[in-house]
């Protein structure tokens, strides 16, 4: 009942966005239909969630890091927890640990994770990227798939959005490494991969 409910939710976000962005997506063949996964993406505007997953949803079930606050909107808060989402408290001093163990058990079921590294809406700003994709693909071992999305920002005045996969990663850190520095030095070169990705 859940999963068709989602089903029809996700149909309605793809027709929505097809009808009013011209939404272009590309690279949908390289999610692996199967195993663990993370999808990293840059966050322009709250639309950003809604567009990836509902077209991710297309290839396999997905689950999202949301923001708390999301959590107490009625409805919503009761949707979003039924379709897989993560509640993350961006407050919490050293990083939300149940919501990295939640995500963490995702995985470990094989899931597809999505995740923004940069934490928040970047706004135009150059955010620092978030060390705990690089801490949740050491510990889960899954690859992470990178994709970028387009003039999301833009939603509002119907201007074309595009979504873009692109290359897989692994964690792989040098030998001996601190793990800490490792997994930021992973997360910053994930936004560098994701901001490679060119909308032509």
């Not at 639309?47 to 949803?57: E, K, R, Y």
């Not at 850190?173 to 060119?198: C, N, R, V, W």
Request: glycine share 8%; proline share 6%.
């Amino acid at each position: 009942m859940i999963k068709a409910s989602l089903d029809i939710v996700f149909f309605i976000f793809r027709l929505a966005f097809r009808t009013l962005n011209s939404i272009e997506v590309t690279g949908l063949e390289k999610i692996p239909r199967t195993g663990p996964l993370i999808i990293a993406c840059n966050h322009l505007s709250n639309v950003d969630p809604p567009a990836l997953l509902s077209f991710t949803a297309l290839v396999r079930r997905v689950n999202v890091m949301a923001k708390k606050e999301l959590f107490a909107i009625p409805v919503l808060g009761w949707f979003i927890l039924r379709w897989g989402a993560i509640p993350v408290d961006r407050n919490r001093e050293g990083g939300d640990l149940g919501a990295l163990r939640g995500a963490l058990g995702a995985l470990k079921k094989e899931g597809c994770l999505v995740i923004f590294p940069e934490g928040t809406r970047a706004r135009g700003r150059k955010l620092p990227a978030k060390a705990g994709v690089g801490f949740l693909a050491h510990k889960s071992g899954a690859p992470v798939l990178t994709a970028r999305i387009f003039n999301s920002d833009n939603f509002l005045k119907l201007g074309k959005i595009t979504i873009k996969y692109g290359a897989v990663r692994r964690f792989e850190p040098a030998a001996h490494a601190d793990p800490k520095t490792a997994y930021g030095q992973f997360s910053e070169s994930l936004m560098s991969d994701i901001f490679s990705i060119t909308e032509e």
